[in-house]
């Protein structure tokens, strides 16, 4: 997992970044609800990597998550990185 500022259409998100696969990689951004959004390997180029630790940024994240709620597979995700 990294840490790292994701623009898109909607704005600028912190997300964390998993391992790529063959054809995507999932990303995860603090919005209502935390989820794992599967994004093109192209739209690497629209993300600049934090130096912020992960595990930090995992623990965070589930906190907010019990605000703005939190999918199964992204609690999976966030629990594996810390």
């Known amino acids: 997992m990294q840490v790292c500022r994701y623009r898109t259409d909607n704005g600028v998100f912190t997300a964390l970044v998993g391992?790529?696969?063959r054809k995507y990689?999932?990303?995860?951004?603090?919005?209502?609800p935390i989820r794992v959004n599967k994004v093109p390997l192209?739209?690497?180029?629209?993300?600049?990597?934090?130096?912020?630790?992960?595990?930090?940024?995992?623990?965070?994240?589930?906190?907010?998550g019990k605000a703005l709620g939190v999918t199964k597979a992204a609690r999976r995700l966030l629990k594996a990185a810390r």
């Open 25 to 32: 990689r999932p990303v995860l951004m603090i919005d209502r």
């Open 19 to 21: 391992a790529p696969g």
């Open 42 to 64: 192209s739209e690497q180029r629209y993300m600049t990597a934090l130096e912020y630790p992960a595990k930090k940024a995992a623990r965070k994240f589930l906190k907010a």
